[in-house]
């Protein structure tokens, strides 16, 4: 039996920012205050990334420059992996490099080959203030490390070069909600 519930059941769904949205292209503020309002956006989040069926999402996706991102992402074993951290840091990405088919949800039905490390490791806080480690392989570290660019105001099309980035911004314009 459940004793805590299910993340994002107390949240609301928030608009997703796309492509080209000026917020996801600049450096998250880290949070200074933490408490209910970061438990909220939390909350936000992971209602937010369920909505869309994603494995991952940060703030500044809904429009919050703030240092935050959810997840619940399989690794390659397919162990799940639900939680959150605020004010995350990339402080590993090691082992192989991997090119591997990469998603965003500020970018909807266009995915491209995209180069991460097979491990990594984030630390951070929870909603409280509490120090938190998260390690993570394969898939699941590819997404540690999506959302922590994304805190950065890094996009996965910014590490893209040649005819893929080429190919992903062409499908952005033509696609409904690209950028104008």
Not at 34 to 42: E, K, M, R, W
Not at 97 to 119: K, N, Q, W, Y
Not at 146 to 173: C, I, P, W
Request: charged content about 25%.
């Amino acid at each position: 039996m459940r004793k805590r519930p299910i993340p994002g059941s107390a949240g609301r769904v928030r608009a997703m920012r796309t492509l080209g949205d000026a917020v996801l292209h600049a450096p998250c503020a880290p949070v200074d205050r933490f408490g209910p309002a970061v438990a909220d956006l939390v909350e936000d989040l992971f209602a937010t990334m369920y909505a869309a069926r994603g494995v991952g999402l940060a703030a500044n996706q809904v429009g919050v420059g703030r240092q935050v991102f959810v997840y619940d992402c399989p690794d390659d074993e397919d162990v799940r992996h639900v939680g959150h951290i605020v004010n995350p840091r990339l402080v590993l990405a090691d082992g192989v490099v991997v090119r591997g088919p990469e998603g965003c949800l500020s970018l909807p039905g266009i995915e491209a080959g995209t180069e991460r490390f097979d491990h990594a490791v984030v630390e951070g806080f929870t909603w409280e203030g509490e120090p938190v480690p998260i390690e993570g392989d394969g898939f699941f570290a590819r997404c540690l490390q999506h959302e922590t660019d994304h805190v950065a105001g890094t996009v996965y099309v910014d590490r893209l070069t040649g005819r893929r980035r080429r190919k992903v911004l062409r499908a952005a314009r033509r696609a409904p909600w690209g950028p104008a």
